[in-house]
């Protein structure tokens, strides 16, 4: 199952009340790494000389 | 009565329960701030400023995090009704950037944020409204902006392909 697919299958379970609190804490975990990561790739854009 | 019908509902209720409302409430809390910080980087000039594949991977998990979130917020309020014009576009790549961050802000993070306050911090709820009505005016700003005379849409050449 892809990181997608994974996040969606989530998604779908917490819409529909079935996920526990445990599935909704990865859910959000999972959504956390994803922004941090475009939050890196923010702050290290131009370091690689093009700008 | 409210841990009754949980566990009912889930099977999951134990003793670790209230230590994961906390933990959600954080995480709802961090994705907030990091969504800030994004747009804070943004308004600086650092999407602009990416390579070709960096500006591929944050389009690419841009659009993952909306496609899933959007999911859920679309279906969560009919305030949100508008999420659901806006997930077909995120899920093919057609929106810019600088779209998409403010459709996951005001119509899908804001919405998660605000039924997490609903579940779990009920007595917050005024307090973390607010929070997300400052970013959700800080976004809409941000969605007019151009960087360096283009949108980053133009930048990235993937401006609206067409509404679906």
Known sequence: MTQEQKLKTLAQKIKDGFATEAETLVFLKEINVLLAEIKNDLKNSGKNGKI | ????????????WDENTLEKKDEIGTELLTAGEQLEEIVELIEKGGFAESDDAAKERIKQKTNMVCGTILTLAG???????????????????EMAPAETLSVLAIGALSTLALKGAE?????????????????????????????????AGEMLNIEEKGAP
């Open chain 2, 75 to 93: 279906l969560w309020g009919a305030s949100h009704a508008d999420a659901f014009e806006f997930v077909p576009r995120i899920i093919r790549g």
């Open chain 2, 1 to 12: 009565m409210e841990k009754f019908e949980f566990k009912k509902q889930t099977g999951e």
């Open chain 2, 119 to 151: 579940l779990f911090f009920k007595g917050k709820r005024d307090e973390i409204l607010g929070a997300f009505g400052e970013l959700k005016d800080r976004l809409s700003r941000l969605q007019r902006k151009k960087f360096h005379g283009q949108t």
